[in-house]
Nanobody, 123 residues
Framework: QVFLVESGGGSVQTGGSLRLSCAAS????????LGWWRQAPGKGREFVAT??????????DSVKGRFTVSRDNASDRQDTVYLQMNFLTPDDTAVYYC??????????????WGQGTQVTVSS
């Protein structure tokens, strides 16, 4: 069982910054990837960024150079993942979901999302 609790959403103007945090905990020991997805009004959920336990990061093209994902690597059962968002634009307006996935040789062995936190960027 995985628990994900996001915080840090809010409203900013274009060019502003926000930092999202997600406290992640689970009942099993294994390698896991943490990160963020988002869903804009009227659109499907899309990938934003992930970070593995060894620090490997992947970003969606539109956020590269503006967003930074990181994690504390506190333990195999508890961790915190962050998303530092700079130079925000109205296109970044969305509900942001914390994401966790078990690492497997053929891809994620399980996936889980948090409840979401709203980010609104005004022009």
């Amino acid at each position: 069982q995985v628990f994900l609790v996001e915080s840090g959403g809010g409203s900013v103007q274009t060019g502003g910054s926000l930092r999202l945090s997600c406290a992640a905990s689970r009942s099993a020991f294994s390698l896991w990837t943490l990160g963020w997805w988002r869903q804009a009004p009227g659109k499907g959920r899309e990938f934003v960024a992930t970070v593995t336990q060894n620090g490997h990061t992947i970003y969606e093209d539109s956020v590269k150079g503006r967003f930074t994902v990181s994690r504390d690597n506190a333990s195999d059962r508890q961790d915190t993942v962050y998303l530092q968002m700079n130079f925000l634009t109205p296109d970044d307006t969305a509900v942001y979901y914390c994401y966790a996935a078990g690492d497997g040789p053929g891809g994620p062995t399980w996936q889980s999302w948090g409840q979401g936190t709203q980010v609104t960027v005004s022009s």
